[in-house]
């Protein structure tokens, strides 16, 4: 780190992981300029917080200056940047320090990395593995998020100590990432979009996202989705240690004695890796198909790092889930309450409410968006919802849209639609926040909304 001390520093891009970027070289005493594309009118939230800071950086915004990339030693990009903007371009050919800060981040890590990639469900598992190995004695750094943006790891406290750093990395990271190798990675699957920002091809983001394999060695351990991805050549001939998760029995599929991996037979967890394990998954927290197959993905990753059967079942019993995406919070007076303030369009809160085995009483809402047409789900709404509870800028249209439901309650305030979800509530009952909705209406995002939900059922 020491390299960049007192370094002239330019910042591209002004979101969190800029932020971070910032904290990071300013505790370096760096000289900072930030440089963003969007008009400062549309960044007011941001300049106020730079300003606040001490000293304030340099800043540009509504356009990016060459000169501005001349001058600078080293130039970052946030992770929302593309790699290709002609001024960073422009930065490499006149021979300027160029990172993206992914990359920025790798370079400065010298701690095994576990990294999980795929299209689907990278937060859970990246938090899983990271639960079971700290029930397992060990420190464990989770990063690679606008979040928790992978260089907050350079500054942290105990970075000396950490014996993982678990990061989650969608293709965009890594373009123009060199010298990156995992000691261990995790491939939840190829979506069948590509991201239109990024790339431009479906065949370049596709190449992108298996490049991380190339570096592997057979020392490694790769975990692979087999249900998505068990008839890809490429992962079958990785030159790795490569285990395999399914929700299908290996037993069943004639497979079990082909196959290193883990899977799902009768209701129970098996994993032959290093030694035959069962877990028992009567008692898991979480909720959700996505979730079980989450979990099978964790599983087989702390399989191959040989963590304990006990830190693994301990983690099937315990763990909460993540902020915001079908969270458990409490139970009270057997009622349980799930925060799932993330899911921000009607395709995810059916996802939601059919996670559970019986009808939820559910608080749904938010801003209005006109192009959403809510009679598409009223089938699912009315089958999987026992209480509808409608709040928001959009509850009259949801509530002519679903107005053959039984038991459909419009509230004033969000207050109120906890208030009364928990009075309609019985024992057995989960209370589920799944707006369907953005949050834009009342709040500044889903994190907000869902903290202030988390505030107000723990008050109940």
């Not at 239109?196 to 065949?203: D, P, Q």
Request: hydrophobic share 35%.
């Amino acid at each position: 780190m020491e390299r960049f001390k007192n370094k002239k520093i330019l910042i591209v891009g002004v979101g969190k992981t800029g932020f971070a970027l910032i904290r990071f070289f300013h505790s370096l005493d760096c000289e900072i300029k930030v440089t963003d594309i969007k008009p400062i009118f549309d960044l007011n939230k941001a300049v106020k917080k730079l300003k606040k800071l001490s000293p304030p950086p340099q800043m540009t915004f509504g356009e990016h200056v060459e000169d501005d990339f001349l001058e600078a030693d080293v130039i970052v990009y946030s992770s929302g940047v593309r790699s290709d903007l002609p001024q960073l371009e422009f930065a490499r050919r006149n021979g300027k320090e160029v990172y993206g800060e992914f990359a920025l981040a790798n370079k400065l890590c010298n701690k095994p990395i576990i990294a999980v990639c795929g299209t689907y469900g990278r937060s859970t598992v990246a938090h899983m593995i990271g639960f079971m190995l700290r029930m397992e004695g060990k420190n464990v750094f989770v990063a690679g998020t606008s979040e928790e943006p992978f260089i907050n790891y350079a500054y942290s406290a105990n970075k000396d100590e950490v014996d993982y750093v678990i990061v989650e990395v969608s293709a965009n990271q890594l373009l123009c990432l060199e010298n990156f190798h995992p000691r261990l990675v995790v491939f939840t699957g190829i979506g069948e979009k590509y991201p239109e920002t990024y790339f431009n091809s479906m065949g370049g983001y596709i190449e992108t996202k298996l490049s991380i394999i190339k570096a592997m060695s057979p020392d490694d351990f790769l975990i692979v989705n087999f249900d998505k991805l068990g008839n890809n050549t490429f992962f079958r001939n990785a030159n790795c240690q490569t285990y395999w998760y399914s929700r299908k029995s290996f037993v069943k599929l004639g497979m079990v004695n082909e196959i290193q991996g883990t899977h799902f037979h009768e209701r129970r967890i098996h994993s032959n890796i290093h030694c035959h394990s069962e877990f028992k998954v009567s008692s898991m927290r979480i909720v959700g198909q996505e979730n079980r197959e989450n979990l099978l993905a964790a599983i087989t990753a702390c399989k191959a790092l040989d963590v304990s059967e006990k830190s693994i079942q301990t983690c099937i019993e315990k763990f909460p889930g993540i902020p915001h995406r079908l969270e458990f919070l409490i139970e009270k007076n057997g009622v349980r309450f799930y925060n799932d303030s993330k899911s921000e369009d009607m395709d995810h809160l059916i996802k939601s409410v059919n996670s559970f085995k019986t009808p939820v009483i559910l608080i749904a809402g938010g801003k209005d968006e006109e192009e959403v047409d809510y009679e598409l789900y009223a089938d699912d709404i009315i089958k999987s919802v026992r209480v509808l509870v409608l709040v928001g800028e959009c509850k009259e249209r949801m509530n002519r849209c679903f107005g053959s439901h039984g038991q459909t309650y419009i509230v004033g305030s969000f207050e109120e639609s906890i208030l009364l979800a928990y009075q309609k509530s019985r024992t057995g009952d989960t209370i589920i926040l799944s707006p369907g909705n953005s949050s834009k209406d009342f709040f500044r995002d889903y994190e907000e909304r869902g903290n202030y939900f988390k505030k107000l059922v723990y008050q109940l």
